[in-house]
């Protein structure tokens, strides 16, 4: 029987590669670590790799395996599957991981300026319904901005056909600059390097393809400079929200 919820904060309270700032405390509790990553946590100067909404932190942690000359910092404000990831990384000695519990609305207030080199959306919600909760708006970009260096990238992985084409609209309304694009992951003739780096699958990432849902991959750059606009055109809307489960809405298309 696995643990549950109440014994994996415990554990988590006594990781060391966890730290903890839901946004119910966090105005009272300064993060004094903000800019200073390297060389309090880390021990080096490797570059920050941030995966926002990193669920069970099987892709953190597999980054993590595969590019021990880079740091990864998995965020989520969901600490009981937080849990998995940090567990496996301390089992396993990886000093390059560390997992940051909070909520992403506030994720500018943990890193300083040119702090992160990249940042991996993998299998976010795609927030249909409310276009600024979505982690690729132009509100969040402003957001990452505040700690992103100038032309850093970010990397989108998804099973969503509304979250992929908005953002396409999004990274094409701004001219941002693209290196990599596809509607169909595993049957793209991407560079090797891509290749190996998307060759990681999570868990749920294994259910949709075996639902025959299409993963679709975007990789661009992000420019410190230059006014950011959201995209005016509607997206039909995806047919389910998760697996196994309906979509929420009756509409067909959204903003």
Not at 18 to 46: C, I, K, R
Not at 137 to 147: G, I, L, P, V
Request: proline content about 4%; some cysteine.
């Amino acid at each position: 029987m696995g643990k549950g919820k109440l014994a994996k904060f415990a554990d988590m309270e006594t990781y060391e590669n966890v730290f903890q700032y839901p946004y119910s405390v966090v105005e009272h509790v300064p993060f004094e670590m903000q800019g200073h990553w390297h060389e309090q946590y880390f021990h080096n100067d490797h570059p920050i790799v941030l995966e926002l909404g990193c669920g069970k932190g099987e892709y953190t942690v597999e980054l993590a395996k595969l590019y021990p000359e880079m740091n990864f910092i998995g965020v989520d404000i969901k600490g009981a599957r937080m849990w998995t990831g940090a567990t496996q990384a301390l089992n396993e000695g990886l000093k390059n991981v560390a997992f940051l519990r909070t909520n992403i609305e506030i994720i500018d207030r943990f890193f300083a300026e040119d702090e992160v080199q990249e940042i991996w959306l993998t299998f976010s919600d795609p927030q249909m319904k409310n276009p600024r909760k979505r982690l690729t708006s132009t509100y969040f970009m402003e957001r990452y901005r505040h700690f992103l260096v100038d032309g850093g990238i970010i990397h989108l992985k998804t099973d969503s056909n509304f979250l992929f084409t908005y953002t396409r609209y999004m990274v094409e309304k701004n001219a941002l600059p693209v290196d990599e694009m596809t509607e169909d992951l595993y049957h793209s003739n991407l560079s090797p390097l891509t290749t190996q780096l998307l060759s990681i699958q999570t868990y749920y990432e294994s259910m949709w393809i075996a639902r025959g849902l299409n993963i679709k991959y975007l990789k661009w750059h992000l420019p410190k400079a230059g006014v950011l606009e959201e995209p005016d055109v509607e997206i039909e809307l995806d047919d389910y929200r998760s697996y196994h489960r309906s979509k929420r809405s009756s509409l067909d298309k959204a903003k």
